[in-house]
């Protein structure tokens, strides 16, 4: 899947703006603040249907002006799928190839975005790599988001229940029904995890070996909250749910919170043996966050028959000489790429792949620069 014609007006600092992209590789460069990282907003909203920046979507249109729209042509081998956005103040329309959509349905091209507060991912908090697991690795499922809905609601519902005992409204007796759907929802969540770990586990390593010339063994393990033995089925983990929040039950009213679960869990990443978090480099965060989004594309590939999309906010010309190599060899030629850089870079491909360069200046291009 490749983007082959954007369209913008009344974008955050553009006006009107139509880009021809590079069907291989595309970078935008400009100083600080002249409109670059907007463009790939634009692209991921034409993808996803939202912003990663906001969640306020009317922040996006320029000011003093009363609407913006996005128009996006994409194409394969077989489809072409072409999505109109259109921005209110607090209202969103989205068609795809004429139909009006809500959501995220099937069939949209697909993106991969890797954007510098993603480095969070390894040293930040256990809700940094869940918001990723939900987010990002979760969709592989097409029944992860229901569960994940329907457990959050149960768990909203259980802890004003439980605040309800503490205040002596309600009757200890009256949790039983609800653990019982809790630990329905929690179970089958959990158990999609546990799959998603062992379907990336092994692609994840491969790649890591790849990107850092086999020096590194990248492991990343699940940290449950409940004391299961993997591989586990659903029914064992039901029952170790149900045991473990009777053990817990008088702690969990005292503070009027639900304390074990999937909401409460994690997951590790560990390098040659050693967590990540606690000593990982830099430039180590930055690969493993990058192996993370490789495998995403490549997981993509072998489910759908396409590659997404990969934007790269600040992030590619980071990396090192060998990491920018690793990553073209994997996916350079494969991916449409989309680069952001402050500098003066230049990219070769292989041969007969081609680059395309947009000097960004003040909510425009200014020059294209092409070349092999
Ligand atoms: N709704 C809006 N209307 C007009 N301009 C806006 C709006 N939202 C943001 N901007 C402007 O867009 C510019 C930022 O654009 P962007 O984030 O794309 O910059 P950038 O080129 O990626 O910069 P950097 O290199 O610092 O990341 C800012 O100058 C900001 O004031
Ligand atoms: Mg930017």
């Not at 007006?9 to 291989?24: C, G, H, K, T, W």
């Not at 072409?82 to 069939?107: D, H, S």
């Not at 259980?158 to 929802?185: A, G, H, M, P």
């Not at 993509?300 to 000489?321: A, C, N, Q, S, T």
Request: charged share 25%.
């Amino acid at each position: 899947m490749y983007l082959k014609r954007l369209e913008i007006a009344n974008l955050r600092n553009y006006s009107s703006q139509v880009i021809e992209p590079d069907l291989f590789f595309n970078i935008f460069s400009g100083s600080n603040a002249q409109g670059k990282t907007n463009l790939l907003e634009a692209i991921y909203l034409s993808c996803t249907g939202k912003s990663f920046r906001t969640q306020r979507e009317s922040e996006i249109i320029s000011w003093q002006k009363e609407f913006s729209y996005i128009n996006s042509l994409f194409e394969t081998n077989n489809r072409q799928v072409e999505v109109r956005a259109e921005l209110l103040p607090g209202k969103k329309r989205i068609e795809v190839n004429g139909i009006l959509t809500r959501g995220y349905p099937q069939g949209w091209p697909g993106v991969v975005l890797f954007k510098p507060e993603d480095l969070a991912l390894v040293k930040g908090s256990p809700l940094e790599r869940r918001r990723f697991l939900d987010l990002e690795f979760g969709p592989f499922y097409p029944q992860y988001g229901y569960l994940l809905g329907q457990y959050n609601r149960v768990l909203m519902q259980r802890n004003n229940l439980l605040r309800e005992i503490k205040d002596k409204k309600e009757k200890n007796s009256s949790l039983q029904v609800w653990n019982e759907q809790f630990c329905q929802y929690g179970s089958r969540l959990l158990l999609q995890r546990i799959e998603i770990f062992k379907l990336f586990s092994p692609l994840i390593r491969d790649i890591h070996h790849d990107l850092t010339g086999a020096k590194e063994d990248l492991d990343i393990r699940y940290l449950s909250t409940l004391k299961i033995n993997v591989p586990s089925s659903v029914e064992d983990i039901y029952s170790q749910f149900i045991k473990g929040l009777r053990e817990i039950e008088e702690e969990e009213i005292k503070r009027a919170q639900t304390l074990i679960g999937p909401h409460r869990d994690d997951f590790s990443l560990y390098i040659n043996n050693r967590d990540a978090r606690t000593y990982g480099s830099q430039g180590q965060q930055r690969t493993i966050v990058l192996t993370l989004k490789i495998s995403q594309i490549l997981q993509w590939h072998k489910e759908i028959g396409e590659y997404p999309l990969l934007l790269l906010d600040d992030v590619f010309f980071e990396l090192d000489e060998n990491r920018r190599r690793a990553l073209l060899k994997r996916v350079g030629g494969l991916v449409q790429t989309f680069v952001t850089t402050t500098g003066d870079h230049k990219v070769t491909l292989k041969d007969g792949f081609t680059v395309k360069k947009f000097i960004v200046h003040a909510g425009r291009i200014v020059d294209i620069v092409e070349g092999e």
